[in-house]
Structure formats: structure tokens, C-alpha cells
């Protein structure tokens, strides 16, 4: 009650926040007579000039208001396009470092250009960080004309660029990319052995588009390097042995969930195996130094009791294959992940293949906050604030639009089932179409597309790939001649241009567009067609006088269909089920209604769709049986939208709470890999590392001593025979302890300083056989690769931890501070083992008398799954780089496998990678594979 009195009287924090911008808009708005009457070289020439002053000590804000207005006129010069007033307070937010929410068709991309140019001026770099390739190129390419204007250069960092150009891109003034190749490129950067060979050159400023997107649906999976690991199949068939000595008593099953745990006796038990074949020498194998031994125990448990041969798989030309559970075929080429496929390779006796491991890996939320500034756009991120502002530390800023919204958002319709639901969407399309209004279908899921698609189908309507040649004419056509069109086009294709052209046309009268996801499309569905969209595509080779008369008839066309559909009602948005987010749900509606055009949107929901399930559909169902609902009606009140929204809130806290949940465990690796970054670029940025390779060797003699001489005690109580041993081992010296020992008056402080004395003094003089120069040069070397390999091991050991430390709850103690206090163990054993091991490798190293050659990164594969379809997206990229260059021709567009392959030759299976069972064989036969080369034996 208080509140919103307040909020009467005073304004909300959003309104008064804008009135703070008021007085720079104005100003920005009087200097716009004077901008405008300077030459383009003069207006160019204010980029040196706002440097200088940033040299001289002023500050960027200080030039906020001049710059702006200077960015402002150019794009007026470069593209056509001026800055609104709104626009203009969107990049004073973006400058500070918070989140413009901005609704669709309020020209984000455009409002990006004053940050970026503010922020350039320091010379630090800007990134721009986008959704997809197609944006990043298109982006830098548009917006690009206004800052090369303005005397800046530009790059753009896409899916298959080497180093070289890389580094280009990265040391422009503004480097446009998506999230995907900025956070590979920060995690290959740190795995390179030189600072030259690095590419990127710090985290200053970034601008997120869609970044809700971004920093909120794509963060819930890390980015990972991975590579084939060490050859560790000797372990694999040890642990595999053991397996069948164990009794029923010692593990449990639980086949329905695929699980099988040790039981007490069966930790007992297995701790005493691995004892007597030397894999587990001390402590209790739930120490965290044996964690991965845990780990292998658990995958070689599940391959002999839960996986079964020719049924979950078949052993073929030596070869452990899967059968799908689903269809019963074998699928070639597919492995088990976390070592499961290796225990069963150990478990059938053929060759154990090394599994890939991660090598490097980083949460996109954890990347992110690397920036010292950060800031976002994008049409819908007030309903995450709250996680906006705890995560990444950003205030979400509502901008208002140019003109007033005039949109019409009608109540849900709520049917039983759905099957009624379809049929209701299919009248009201059908009721849409007969006007000739454009019509944009939103669902949740491929899936859904589809099963929408056949009904349609079912209704004479055609479906037709508005990305093929001349599907666009009869668009067109249908649109000229008024009359409804009876077919649709279903936007799941995985390349982005072509979706960007099928969104471009979605607001052709007539026009019917079922779509997924209109999350980061980063193309408005503008009234009539989008007319740089039809200009780039026919007016294609055309010059001089053809090319202006087919753009005047071009924009002729638009505009009499500009105005069909504004007689029609503008674009209808359609909805056919409510997303566990509400921001999912506005981004569609907001593709409606852009800069003051009317427009549309109704939700149809039935008590089957998956949000409603959880939220207790079944006594709502029973309820309006005895109501007398008769099929095909449906519920319509405000009071049913609200408490979708009270529903819609409670999953959205229940995702924020599972997504905080993960940060909170990786941000203890996150904190380790900043130190072994950090480090890393020390060591590569010194001449050096003679000292440091000093106090390692230090650090191992006292911890030799430490371990073999207690603190005051009498020489007798010395373990001198094991320090000798361990003396011989690390330091590569046979000296005579025993004799030193019988010295009266020794203590372990002076055997400590012997011992660094005589290490220091036969360091030197294998430093001087091998020259000081190649030593220095050995000594980073070594140094490096022993912390990438070290580092990648305890990569693997806090995955294996963190998939077992959830049991600690079982004993009523908190996961997280278990998690913490074992992963600091685990990193100070690193640290210990670190300089163990580069002190034993260079107390031995012995050079010829050439230069060695420059290490190399080891192979490696990026990842980033899609949490939305589960479908790698770097992949995806590959697969689509190689389609556009004219490399192959794929099988199965919709497939994120498509043939990755090159052409195959009948001759040589090797090369024809994976193949459909019901594809023709490419040795030529003329039969399918299933009959041929793949029949099962």
C-alpha cells in the first residue's frame, strides 16, 4: 500500500534513474547544429582530439556528451540512420556499465555504436559480443561503416580463423564475436607456451547483445577444450579385475535409475584389493588424493552389473559398439563419456582407447566477470534482474520506446487437451490468413514445430523453405494479389542467414512463420518486408540505372504492402505454450508492435502442455469435468494469466537457484585457474625464471628434510636411508648423509643448507655444460608444460570429486565446504607436486647443443552445449563453415551431425565416417548399408 503510494508520488527507481539523463540528451541535442556543419574530415578529425584529451587526463564521461553527438551525425553520413533520443539514453547505460532493455525494433545494434566508440577512444579495445556468426559479421560490417568513418578499425572474430588473423581481429579498436570463440579463445591463450603466440589483449569493456541469452540460458553449460588423455588402460583392466571378486553383499543396484554403489563392507573390501595390487598405498580410498580411483571403481562396477553384452552393446572387429535402447541399431562412432566406454573395452579384453579429458574449461559466467566493465542489451531482462544483479554485479534499465506501444496482448486461452488446442490455433490462423495478416507461430520445441506443421498440412496448407530459390516469389505473389496463401514456413534451420531472411519476411501479407526460439534473431519482422533484406538479395549484380529501377519498384512494393498489413492488423503472435520463463514468452510478444505499428499476440494452452502438468493439471482437469467444459471450449480470465505468472516465477527461482548452485562449485576451480593463469603469464612475460627454478629446489629439500629429520631431534631417530633414496630420486645426487649424520653437533638446519648448497652447486654445473641460454630456455619450457600437465590432471580429479562429494550430506555436512576444503588439499598438492617434479626433470636435463623444437598445443576440441537443444554448438558452427566454403554437401540439414566428412571413395571405408542404416553404401553396390558393408555379423 505504502509502496505503491510512494511509487505515485515519487516515481519508480527505473523513471527517476531516466530523469538523470535528461540534461545530456539535451546537451547532445544542442550541439547537433554545430556537429552537422563540420566536413566529413573535420567531423573525423574529433576521434584525435577526444584522445588527446584522454591522454591529457580527462575523463571519459567528460567527453560523453561531445562524442555521442559526433557518433550521432556520423551514422547519419554512413548508414542513413540517426540516433533516436531513447537510443541515445540506451548508450549512457551501456557506458556505465548496466543492462539496456530495450523491446524489439528499438534499433539495439545502432545504440551499441555510442558505447563502443566512447569506450574505443582509450585504445584498451571493446568487444561486442553477439549470438551467432551471421550477427558478428553483419554487425561489424554495418556498424563498421560508422566507425571507419570515424577513423576506427574494426575486426570480427568467427568460427575458423587462425592465430594470426585472430590476434588482427582482437588488436582492433572494436572486435565484434560470438561468446562461444571469445571464451575459447581465452582458454587456448592460456595454454600457449609464448606471450606473442596470444591473442587476445585483456577484458576492458564488453556489450553483450541479447543478454539474457547469453549470460543467462547458455551459462547453465561451461565451455570445454578437450583432448585425449594420457594412456591409462593399464588402470582400466587392473580395477577391472578386481570387479568380480566382489560378493553380492558388497554393492547395491537400482536398474530402473542405472546406478550401482559399493556397499560398507564393499568399501571395506575393495580397499583391501587395491591394497594388495599396490594401487592404494595409504588412507581410505574416499580421500580425496584417491578420487579417482573411486571414480574407476564406480564406471568398472556399472560396466559388469548394470551394462549387458549385445544388448546395451556388441563386441565387433575388436571394437565395444552401442545399440541404441530405442530403435536396437548399433551406432558406430558413439563412446560412453566419463570412462564408462573404457571399462567396458577393459571388461570385454580388447584394446582400452584413451578418453577425452577436459584440458581447459570455464563457465561463461566466470568469463564474463573477467571484464572490468560489462554491460548488455536486449528486449527482455527485468525479469532476471535479481540474478543480473547477484551474478554479475548489472543493473537492468528500462528504456522506453520511441513511440507508444500499441500492441494488443490478449487474456490465454486454456483448453483440456491438446489436440483441441491444435485445432484451435489452426482457426485462428485460418481466421488471420483469410485477411491476409502475417502471422508469426511461437513454440517451445523442434518437436512442436513440427507436429503444428502436420496439422497444418492436414488443413491443405504447404509447407515451403522460404531459404530455397524463388519460395520467396510465391510469398510475394500471394501477397500482390491479396488473397489468403495456404502455405508456411517452419524456422528451425540451422544456418543463421537463411533464418535471418525468413524473419526478414515474416511481415509480408499473407505471410505464416512458425518458429522456435525468436530469442538473439537479431533481425526485426518489420511491416511489409525488410527492405535492406530485399535489396542485398535482387539487386545482386545489377548496376547503374537497372539497379535504381528495381530499387524503386522494390520499395513501391513494400510500401503497398506495408500498408495490407496495417490494414490487416499488423503482425498476430501467436503462442502456442508458455515457456518456464516469462522473458521467453515477452521476447515473442515483443516482435510485435515495433516503433508504434499495431499488432497482436494470444497464448493457447492446454492442461497437457508441460508447465501446466507440473503445476497440478490433473485436479484442475477433474474440476472442469464437473464444470460441463464441453470439448473445443476454453477458459479465458486475467485470473488464469496471473497465476501462470506465479507459476512461470516459481520455475524461473527454481532454475536461478540450480544455476547459483553450479557457480557457487566452480568458482572454486575458477579461483584456482585465475592463480594458474595468472602465473602462467608471469612466467611467459620473464627473461628468467632462474630464481623461481631456485626456490622450487629449495622448496623440495625442505620438504625432504621436514618428512625424513624431525625438528630437534638426536641424528639417531633420522631416517637417513630414506632420505638418501629420495635425495637420489629428486635431486639426482648420491652424497654421503650417513657420514654427515655421525658429524657432532649436525642439526636438520644445517643438513638443510648442505643440501641446498650441494644441489645449488651441481645445478650450476650442468648449467654450464648445457650454456646458460639453452638452460633459461629449458627451464620455461619445462616449467609450463609440467604445470599444463598437472593442471590437467587436477582438472580431472575435481570432476571426479564433484560427482561424489554430494554423499558428505549424508553425514550432515555442507557438500560445498567439503568441496572447498578438499579442492584446496588437492591444488597445495599440485603445487607440491609441481615443484617436485620440474626439479627432478632439470637436475637431469641434458641438452645437445642445438635448440629444441617449440612445443606444441596438444589436439584439441571445443565444446558448448546448447542447454536449450543439446546440440553442440561449435560443432554446428564447423559442420556449417564447411557446407557455406562448398566443401561437401551435407545429408541431414536438420541433423547437428550432418556429414562431417570429405567426399568418400568407394574404395576406402576410412573415409566414410558415419553412415545412416538406411543410406546407399558408397561402395557403389547400389544396396542400402544395412544389406551391405553394415550388415550385423
Given at each position: 500500500m505504502l509502496g505503491s503510494l510512494a511509487k505515485k508520488i515519487f516515481g519508480t527507481a527505473n523513471e527517476r534513474r531516466l530523469k538523470t539523463y535528461g540534461p545530456r540528451v539535451a546537451a547532445i541535442n544542442a550541439l547537433e547544429p554545430e556537429v552537422a556543419a563540420l566536413s566529413d574530415e573535420a567531423l573525423r578529425a574529433r576521434t584525435d582530439a577526444f584522445r588527446a584529451q584522454l591522454a591529457a587526463g580527462a575523463k571519459m564521461?567528460?567527453?560523453?556528451?561531445?562524442?555521442?553527438?559526433?557518433?550521432?551525425?556520423?551514422?547519419?553520413?554512413?548508414?542513413?540512420?540517426?540516433?533516436?533520443?531513447?537510443?541515445?539514453?540506451?548508450?549512457?547505460?551501456?557506458?556505465?556499465?548496466?543492462?539496456?532493455?530495450?523491446?524489439?525494433?528499438?534499433?539495439?545494434?545502432?545504440?551499441?555504436?555510442?558505447?563502443?566508440?566512447?569506450?574505443?577512444?582509450?585504445?584498451?579495445?571493446?568487444?561486442?559480443?553477439?549470438?551467432?556468426?551471421?550477427?558478428?559479421?553483419?554487425?561489424?560490417?554495418?556498424?563498421?561503416?560508422?566507425?571507419?568513418?570515424?577513423?576506427?578499425?574494426?575486426?570480427?572474430?568467427?568460427?575458423?580463423?587462425?592465430?594470426?588473423?585472430?590476434?588482427?581481429?582482437?588488436?582492433?579498436?572494436?572486435?565484434?564475436g560470438t561468446n562461444n570463440e571469445f571464451g575459447f579463445d581465452y582458454l587456448r591463450d592460456n595454454m600457449k607456451y609464448e606471450l606473442s603466440q596470444m591473442v587476445q589483449r585483456g577484458h576492458v569493456f564488453a556489450i553483450v547483445d541479447e543478454v539474457d541469452s547469453i549470460l543467462i540460458d547458455e551459462a547453465r553449460t561451461p565451455l570445454i577444450i578437450s583432448g585425449p588423455s594420457d594412456d591409462r588402460s593399464d588402470l582400466y583392466q587392473s580395477i577391472d579385475k578386481l570387479i568380480p571378486k566382489l560378493v553380492a553383499a558388497d554393492y547395491e543396484l537400482d536398474e530402473k535409475q542405472r546406478t550401482s554403489s559399493l556397499t560398507e563392507a564393499g568399501n571395506e573390501h575393495i580397499e583391501q584389493l587395491l591394497g594388495e595390487i599396490g594401487l592404494l598405498t595409504d588412507g581410505s580410498l574416499y580421500e580425496a588424493a584417491n578420487v579417482t580411483l573411486v571414480h574407476h571403481v564406480n564406471q568398472a562396477l556399472r560396466a559388469h552389473k548394470l551394462f549387458q553384452r549385445d544388448k546395451d552393446y556388441i563386441v565387433r572387429d575388436n571394437e565395444v559398439v552401442i545399440i541404441d535402447e530405442f530403435t536396437g541399431r548399433m551406432m558406430p562412432g558413439r563412446r560412453y563419456s566419463e570412462g564408462q566406454h573404457q571399462a567396458l573395452e577393459a571388461k570385454e579384453g580388447v584394446q582400452v582407447?584413451?578418453?577425452?579429458?577436459?584440458?581447459?574449461?570455464?563457465?561463461?559466467?566466470?568469463?564474463?566477470?573477467?571484464?572490468k566493465k560489462l554491460a548488455g542489451?536486449?528486449?527482455?531482462?527485468?525479469?532476471?534482474?535479481?540474478?543480473?544483479?547477484?551474478?554479475?554485479?548489472?543493473?537492468?534499465?528500462?528504456?522506453?520506446?520511441?513511440?507508444?506501444?500499441?500492441?494488443?496482448?490478449?487474456?490465454?486461452?486454456?483448453?483440456?487437451?491438446?489436440?483441441?488446442?491444435?485445432?484451435?490455433?489452426?482457426?485462428?490462423?485460418?481466421?488471420?490468413?483469410?485477411?491476409?495478416?502475417?502471422?508469426?507461430?511461437?513454440?517451445?520445441?523442434?518437436?512442436?514445430?513440427e507436429q503444428l506443421a502436420d496439422f497444418l498440412k492436414s488443413k491443405g496448407y504447404k509447407m515451403i523453405d522460404f531459404g530455397a530459390p524463388g519460395a520467396l516469389d510465391k510469398l510475394y505473389a500471394s501477397a500482390r494479389s491479396g488473397k489468403p496463401s495456404k502455405n508456411f514456413a517452419v524456422l528451425n534451420a540451422r544456418f543463421h542467414e537463411q533464418e535471418a531472411y525468413i524473419v526478414a519476411e515474416a511481415g509480408v501479407p499473407g505471410a505464416i512463420t512458425i518458429a522456435t526460439n525468436m530469442a538473439?534473431?537479431?533481425?526485426?519482422?518489420?511491416?511489409?518486408?525488410?527492405?535492406?533484406?530485399?535489396?542485398?538479395?535482387?539487386?545482386?549484380?545489377?548496376?547503374g540505372e537497372a539497379k535504381d529501377a528495381r530499387e524503386q519498384v522494390i520499395r513501391a512494393e513494400i510500401a503497398d504492402f506495408k500498408q495490407k498489413a496495417l490494414a490487416a492488423g499488423g503482425l498476430y503472435i501467436i503462442g502456442t505454450e508458455r515457456h518456464e520463463s516469462r522473458r521467453i514468452d515477452n521476447q515473442l510478444r515483443g516482435r510485435a508492435g515495433r516503433q508504434g505499428d499495431p499488432g497482436k499476440s494470444k497464448f493457447f494452452l492446454s492442461l497437457q502442455d508441460d508447465l501446466m502438468r507440473i503445476f497440478g493439471s490433473e485436479r484442475m482437469d477433474a474440476m472442469l469435468r464437473k464444470l460441463g467444459l464441453q470439448e473445443g471450449e476454453a477458459i479465458i480470465h486475467p485470473w488464469i494469466n496471473k497465476a501462470l505468472e506465479k507459476a512461470q516465477q516459481k520455475v524461473e527461482a527454481r532454475n536461478f537457484d540450480m544455476r547459483k548452485n553450479v557457480l557457487k562449485f566452480d568458482n572454486v576451480m575458477n579461483d584456482q585457474r585465475k592463480v594458474v593463469f595468472e602465473q602462467r603469464r608471469d612466467m611467459m612475460a620473464q627473461e628468467s625464471l632462474e630464481e623461481t627454478i631456485r626456490e622450487m629446489r629449495h622448496g623440495v629439500v625442505e620438504d625432504l628434510v621436514a618428512a625424513h629429520v624431525p625438528h630437534d631431534a638426536y641424528p639417531e631417530a633420522w631416517d637417513i636411508a630414506g632420505l638418501s633414496e629420495?635425495?637420489?630420486?629428486?635431486?639426482?645426487?648420491?652424497?654421503?648423509?650417513?657420514?654427515?649424520?655421525?658429524?657432532?653437533?649436525?642439526?636438520?638446519?644445517?643438513?638443510?643448507?648442505?643440501?641446498?648448497?650441494?644441489?645449488?652447486?651441481?645445478?650450476?654445473?650442468?648449467?654450464q655444460a648445457n650454456s646458460p641460454d639453452i638452460t633459461r630456455y629449458i627451464e620455461k619450457q619445462v616449467l609450463l608444460q609440467t604445470l599444463d600437465h598437472l593442471w590437467r590432471e587436477h582438472l580431472v580429479v575435481l570432476d571426479h570429486l564433484r560427482q561424489v562429494i554430494g554423499w558428505r550430506g549424508m553425514a550432515q555436512r555442507d557438500p560445498l565446504n567439503e568441496y572447498k576444503s578438499e579442492a584446496f588439499e588437492l591444488f597445495d598438492a599440485l603445487i607440491t607436486r609441481l615443484r617436485e617434479v620440474v626439479t627432478a626433470q632439470l637436475m637431469r636435463v641434458e641438452v645437445a647443443h642445438e635448440r629444441p623444437a617449440d612445443p606444441q598445443l596438444p589436439p584439441m576440441h571445443a565444446s558448448h552445449v546448447d542447454p536449450l537443444t543439446g546440440e553442440d554448438e561449435l560443432a554446428l558452427a564447423q559442420i556449417n563453415a564447411r557446407i557455406a566454403s562448398g566443401d561437401f554437401t551435407p545429408r541431414a540439414l536438420g541433423s547437428a551431425e550432418a556429414s562431417l566428412a570429405p567426399a568418400r571413395d568407394p574404395n576406402d571405408s576410412a573415409t566414410w565416417g558415419r553412415i545412416g542404416r538406411n543410406e546407399p553404401c558408397p561402395c557403389g553396390s547400389g544396396k542400402k548399408f544395412k544389406h551391405c558393408h553394415g550388415v550385423i555379423a
Open positions: 564521461n567528460d567527453l560523453l556528451v561531445p562524442a555521442f553527438a559526433t557518433v550521432r551525425e556520423a551514422a547519419l553520413r554512413a548508414i542513413g540512420q540517426r540516433h533516436f533520443d531513447v537510443q541515445l539514453i540506451g548508450g549512457m547505460v551501456l557506458n556505465e556499465g548496466s543492462i539496456a532493455e530495450m523491446r524489439t525494433g528499438e534499433g539495439k545494434t545502432l545504440v551499441a555504436t555510442l558505447a563502443c566508440y566512447l569506450n574505443a577512444l582509450s585504445g584498451m579495445g571493446v568487444h561486442v559480443i553477439t549470438v551467432n556468426d551471421y550477427l558478428a559479421r553483419r554487425d561489424s560490417e554495418n556498424m563498421g561503416r560508422i566507425y571507419n568513418f570515424l577513423g576506427l578499425s574494426v575486426g570480427v572474430i568467427v568460427h575458423g580463423l587462425d592465430d594470426a588473423e585472430r590476434a588482427r581481429a582482437y588488436a582492433a579498436d572494436i572486435t565484434y582407447q584413451p578418453e577425452n579429458v577436459t584440458l581447459a574449461s570455464i563457465t561463461f559466467q566466470n568469463y564474463f566477470r573477467l571484464y542489451m536486449t528486449g527482455t531482462a527485468s525479469t532476471e534482474s535479481e540474478e543480473f544483479a547477484e551474478i554479475y554485479k548489472l543493473d537492468v534499465v528500462e528504456i522506453p520506446t520511441n513511440m507508444p506501444i500499441v500492441r494488443i496482448d490478449s487474456d490465454d486461452e486454456v483448453y483440456r487437451t491438446g489436440t483441441e488446442k491444435l485445432a484451435a490455433i489452426v482457426t485462428e490462423i485460418e481466421a488471420a490468413n483469410a485477411k491476409a495478416q502475417p502471422l508469426l507461430v511461437g513454440t517451445t520445441s523442434i518437436e512442436k514445430s538473439g534473431r537479431g533481425t526485426d519482422i518489420q511491416l511489409g518486408g525488410n527492405l535492406d533484406m530485399r535489396l542485398k538479395q535482387e539487386c545482386q549484380g545489377l548496376e629420495q635425495v637420489k630420486a629428486q635431486l639426482n645426487m648420491d652424497l654421503p648423509l650417513a657420514d654427515w649424520a655421525k658429524e657432532e653437533g649436525i642439526a636438520d638446519e644445517e643438513l638443510r643448507e648442505r643440501l641446498e648448497k650441494m644441489s645449488d652447486e651441481a645445478y650450476a654445473a650442468r648449467e
